[in-house]
């Protein structure tokens, strides 16, 4: 008889059940912290992702979304924020919006130095989210409440100063402020004094734009200090208090620098009073079920997309651009067809901008854009997007200073698109508001100090009243003086002097006109640059003395044409002889004695006509007729034959006058001649040929002038 025997029963394969696994690690339990294996973890997260509308998927995301807010607000700080915040807002802020403000409140309360920075990432998001910054402020001014009432000091402490931050950067209105101290000084003690003068010391500054507001809580310190009911400790506090104002909070500012990031009309304040009644949606902190939960994602999405600019469907274009591209190959081969509507173009700008926002520093921005694959002639482009990202900040930040001058001297490319650039945005220079004018002067006044571009770039500038406006002008102010304040005003006088680069800047300074020359001084003279004007001044002041001798050359050959046209109407008579002193006279009159040192250019043959009229007169006795040729040719040599020749010879002149020729040395010749009767030209005359010097040299001698009735 055979007995079976009975055989061990098989295990059965355990089956993983993501339900169950999920409850049974998160149950009894509020915040989901629980540790999960790694391998069950990735079980878990794989089930879960089968269907995106089940409870344990989004448990999931909350958990992730909860740990991700806390990570990057505990990393924040005042050189990363503007890093920070477009990775804040790839979040699910509304979704999230307790989290976040439970995981600032408590990094702000262990770190209280880092307050003014954790105020300005609220204000940030106040601008995009203002349900988000509501419901930070509603929950500190509902902890600072509670924490007043149970006398917790280093709570309230904590709280009063991220509220004073807050109406710093205008999220929360002046009159909670007021408020808060009027509260902490009502009934005072030791610790709400100590607390109320470090409040005053954060919002003091802010407050100052509230002269009665300011005098009123001055004047209640003043009396708690009068009073004398507080420790020695705490009136010291508020002696210091007083000193600070009376110093203007310098050490103290409203805004620290390099916080100041969110414009005035771009802030939404909101107005929560102290003893508002105060809705703190504790239920936000925790978990739960959200049965449109793809919805919400989605809008946030959008709304994501409007604030930073999707990169998902940048890259969803990419996927579709390689499916059509396998799908329809030959399309691709067509010719004459082109994108007009510039979306590469768009995107490498995005790409670019968003390079040059996360770098850290100028050397990874560089070493970043310079990865980046650009087309022929795209170059342009990105040294654009340079000046624009530069021109769009509050100030001029040396960063993009940087990064043009690393890229001009890696490559000859830069150099060139630099210099194009500098080219483009000084002609269209106009069309920029002040403030973004003003950073491009800086950026192109860095690059030309450092060298990272050549200052053959300076020749577009034609520093005249036709071809300047007022935005070029501002543009080359600002640009010089930051050259002048990088290389020092003895450097940059020193280069400008250099023969290359006097070159390319003789339209910066022009010499042609004395009226461009007149203007170029008074605008450089005028921003404390009057230095580079020297060589100017000098060429104006002798281009003035050249014109004037220019002038006087072309009158006096008028004259003496006029001398010879007369002496051809009238003949070589008595009449002729008068003529020609008359005029003669007239011209040392109007035009003084130094015309010598002008008609010495005369031509030669000229000279030679004159000396023979000069004969011919003399042959007839005609001194006076000799002596005036003779002062219309002012050549000293053949004035002073003349005079050796009829020396002491006198003659009656055609007035009725004695002529006498005399020789006074030093290279004068003078001729003297007195009255007989009552009319004429009466006096003495003195006509002169030689140098000035020597005339004035003369006339000390008591030698009367005489020129002209």
């Not at 002729?576 to 004695?593: F, W």
Request: aromatic share 6%; charged share 25%; net charge negative.
């Amino acid at each position: 008889m055979s007995v079976d025997k009975e055989r061990p029963a098989q295990p059965q394969e355990a089956t993983f059940d993501a339900v169950a696994e999920f409850k049974k690690l998160t149950a009894g339990t509020r915040s989901g912290g629980v540790y999960m294996p790694p391998a069950r973890l990735r079980a878990l997260q794989e089930e879960a992702a089968k269907d995106k509308t089940s409870p344990e998927y989004q448990r999931l995301s909350w958990d992730a979304l909860r740990k991700s807010i806390t990570g990057i607000v505990n990393r924040v700080n005042i050189v990363n924020i503007k890093q920070i915040v477009p990775e804040l807002f790839n979040e699910n802020l509304v979704r999230g919006k307790g989290l976040f403000a439970r995981s600032i409140m408590k990094a702000q309360a262990a770190s209280l130095p880092f307050t003014p920075v954790f105020a300005c990432l609220v204000a940030i998001i106040n601008t995009k989210l203002p349900t988000v910054g509501e419901l930070v402020l509603v929950r500190l001014v509902s902890q600072f409440r509670r924490s007043f009432k149970r006398n917790d000091k280093p709570v309230c402490v904590a709280t009063s100063t991220f509220i004073a931050h807050l109406v710093n950067q205008s999220v929360a209105d002046s009159a909670l402020a007021l408020q808060i101290i009027i509260l902490l000084l009502e009934r005072p003690t030791d610790s709400s004094v100590e607390i109320a003068v470090g409040f005053m010391k954060e919002v003091g500054a802010y407050l100052s734009e509230f002269p009665k507001e300011n005098n009123l809580l001055f004047d209640r310190f003043r009396a708690v200090l009068h009073e004398g009911a507080i420790d020695k400790r705490v009136q010291y506090m508020i002696e210091v208090l007083f000193q600070v104002r009376k110093d203007q909070y310098k050490d103290n500012p409203m805004i620290p620098e390099g916080l100041d990031l969110v414009e005035q009309e771009d802030q939404i304040t909101h107005e929560i009073n102290l003893d508002d009644k105060l809705e703190v949606q504790e239920s936000l902190n925790v978990f739960k079920f959200d049965p449109d939960y793809l919805q919400h994602e989605q809008e946030y999405k959008e709304f994501k997309s409007e604030v930073l600019g999707d990169d998902e469907s940048e890259s969803d274009e990419d996927g579709s651009d390689s499916e059509s591209d396998d799908g329809d190959a030959p399309v691709q081969e067509k010719e004459g067809i082109q994108d007009k509507t510039e979306t590469n173009l768009v995107n490498l700008r995005r790409v670019i901008y968003l390079t040059l926002q996360n770098a850290l520093g100028y050397e990874e921005a560089v070493h970043k854009l310079l990865k980046i694959k650009l087309q022929e002639g795209e170059e342009i482009e990105l040294c654009n997007m340079v000046v624009e990202c530069a021109s769009q900040e509050r100030t001029y930040s040396r960063y993009y200073g940087l990064i043009g001058e690393r890229l001009c001297k890696l490559n000859r490319v830069w150099y060139d698109c630099f210099e194009q650039a500098f080219g483009n945005y000084y002609e269209t220079i106009h069309r920029y508001e002040t403030n973004r004018l003003r950073i491009i002067a800086k950026f192109f006044g860095h690059l030309l100090a450092s060298d990272a571009i050549s200052w053959s770039v300076l020749e577009a500038i034609k520093m005249n009243e036709n071809d300047t406006t007022s935005a070029s002008r501002i543009f080359v102010k600002i640009m010089m003086q930051e050259m002048n304040e990088a290389m020092g005003t003895k450097a940059l006088a020193e280069r400008l002097k250099d023969p290359d680069v006097r070159q390319h800047c003789k339209n910066m300074f022009p010499t042609d006109l004395p009226k461009n020359t007149r203007f170029s001084i008074n605008f450089f003279t005028s921003i404390n640059l009057g230095v580079l004007t020297l060589e100017m001044r000098e060429h104006l002041t002798n281009a003035q003395k050249l014109l004037m001798e220019q002038l006087r050359i072309r009158t006096a050959t008028r004259m003496i044409v006029e001398v010879e046209a007369e002496v051809s109407a009238h003949g070589e008579g008595a009449e002729a002889e008068r003529v020609i002193v008359m005029l003669v006279v007239g011209m040392i009159r109007d035009h003084g004695a130094p015309v010598e040192r002008l008609l010495q250019v005369l031509a030669n043959d000229m000279t030679i006509h004159l000396h023979r009229k000069v004969d011919g007169l003399a042959r007839r006795g005609g001194m006076s007729g000799i002596v005036a040729v003779c002062r219309a040719l002012l050549m000293t040599d053949g004035a002073l034959r003349l005079a050796n020749r009829f020396e002491g010879t006198r003659v009656l002149g055609p007035h009725d006058e004695m002529i006498e020729i005399r020789d006074m040395g030093e290279g004068i010749i003078a001729v003297a001649g007195r009255h007989r009767g009552d009319e004429g030209m009466g006096g003495s005359i003195v006509i002169l040929a030689g140098s000035f010097d020597g005339c004035m040299r003369t006339r000390k001698q008591s030698i009367s002038f005489w020129l002209g009735r």
